[in-house]
């Protein structure tokens, strides 16, 4: 009975594991498995992320993005500077250089998704167009993990208590 336990749950690990896994290529730029949080009921925020790889001769930014579930779609930093969390819009986007992976994460750089129309549901996906310089629009899904997940397929296990957009003590918004 064990053994039987065992390789049903190996097998739904199999099949939901590469499920999450998305992968897109625009110009010389290379997405890998765009994710989003899952939101509260009447959340009006939502975190979008993702790793992108340059592999090409010239840099390029992601400057944005649009997505039917959100009015905006800004490319935000989050940094700790003196004990004190700070989010700031990167009013000229987010440069990725030749050869290099920038990692879209929780508590770092992230995509943030304002003036939420409908609330994000876990194992769901959020289709949306993001923005880039000179590679310009590709279409992605961001496939959404759980409301605290630090990652796209850890369901939110290993979130830090408090670290979500919507939880946040003393952040605003509105920037």
Do not use: C
Not at 16 to 39: E, Q
Not at 80 to 88: E, Q
Not at 114 to 133: C, I, R, W
């Amino acid at each position: 009975m064990l053994y039987k336990s065992l390789v049903t749950a190996a097998l739904a690990a199999a099949i939901a594991g590469p499920a999450l896994a998305h992968d897109y290529t625009v110009g010389t730029l290379k997405i890998h498995d765009p994710w989003a949080r899952a939101t509260p009921k009447g959340a009006q925020v939502a975190g979008g992320y993702m790793s992108i790889t340059n592999t090409g001769k010239q840099p390029d930014r992601l400057v944005g993005g649009s997505t039917a579930v959100a009015t905006g779609f800004e490319v935000h930093e989050m940094s700790v500077a003196n004990g004190v969390m700070k989010m700031r819009e990167l009013p000229n986007g987010l440069e990725i250089k030749p050869g290099q992976t920038v990692t879209l994460k929780p508590n770092g750089y992230h995509i943030m998704l304002t003036g939420l129309k409908t609330q994000l549901k876990q194992g769901g996906d959020v289709a949306a167009t993001l923005k880039f310089e000179k590679a310009g629009a590709v279409k992605v899904d961001f496939a959404v993990a759980g409301i605290g997940a630090m990652s796209a397929d850890n369901g939110g296990h290993d979130a830090a208590a408090g670290m979500s957009h919507d939880s946040m003590p003393g952040m605003k918004m509105g920037h």
